[in-house]
């Protein structure tokens, strides 16, 4: 059976990474389009990058959740593809294998006039770190205002999957917001959110809780599909 995952933000919570909406439109004490647009970055690019900085820092120092984990092993038994629109490598660090990040990798950096000359990066990020060209390097992130180029491949897994498991999202940035339509019309969908973005369906089954505790009761009811 093929289950595709789409996660966000709160997956990540319970290992001290916090999210977006859940601090008042502030991303660390920032507002979100200073730090995260291609305005952002012309106006005060040594500012975005040290915000990354940090970013890349953090997650250094953080490790992967119980949740997180219990979705490594589903491919113990399932083909599992996860789609996420976090930027942190927890997925893989638990040891998922098939992991599609929407909106880039905070462990890469790209050149600022080429966006398919990608390096893996997981120390500081300075202005005058370039490559061979001479081009300045940048955060390998989807800001507000660019394409999400993985789209098509997200779009296609979501409409092959037989289940969908969605956790910690806001479901509120698009185009990956709009991914769900692209299932299948009887693809049962489960939804593990405490704020969850919609309610519970015969299709759709809500866990309103945190990913640590929902994630294993979805995955229970899957196992007995
Ligand atoms: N477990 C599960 N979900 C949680 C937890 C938790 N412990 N804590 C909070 N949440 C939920 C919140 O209820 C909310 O619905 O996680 C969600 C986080 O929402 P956002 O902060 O909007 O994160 P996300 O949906 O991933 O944002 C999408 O916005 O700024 C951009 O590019 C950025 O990828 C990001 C995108």
Do not use: C
Not at 133 to 157: C, S, T, Y
Request: overall charge negative.
């Amino acid at each position: 059976m093929n289950i595709v995952v789409l996660s966000g933000a709160g997956i990540s919570a319970e290992s001290g990474i916090n999210t977006f909406r859940d601090s008042n439109g502030l991303w660390e004490g920032h507002d979100v389009m200073s730090v995260a647009s291609p305005q952002g970055f012309s106006k005060d690019p040594a500012l975005v990058l040290d915000f990354y900085n940090q970013r890349r820092k953090q997650l250094n120092e953080v490790s992967p959740n119980k949740a997180h984990k219990a979705l490594a092993e589903l491919e113990l038994k399932y083909t599992v593809h996860i789609i996420t629109q976090n930027v942190d490598d927890l997925h893989e660090r638990a040891g998922s294998t098939n992991v599609t990040h929407l909106h880039g990798e905070l462990f890469k950096a790209r050149s600022i006039h080429n966006e398919h000359e990608i390096y893996e990066w997981k120390k500081d990020l300075n202005l005058g770190d370039v490559n061979k060209h001479n081009h300045q390097l940048r955060p390998h992130i989807v800001w507000f205002g660019e394409a999400v180029p993985k789209m098509d491949e997200a779009i296609e897994l979501v409409h092959k999957a037989a289940i969908v498991i969605v956790v910690g999202t806001s479901m509120q940035v698009y185009p990956a917001a709009g991914l769900l339509q692209y299932a299948k019309h009887k693809t049962p969908i489960y939804f593990v959110d405490p704020k969850p973005a919609i309610d519970s369906s015969d299709r759709i089954t809500v866990f309103a809780e945190k990913a640590t505790t929902g994630i294993p009761k979805a995955i229970e009811l899957i196992e007995k599909l």
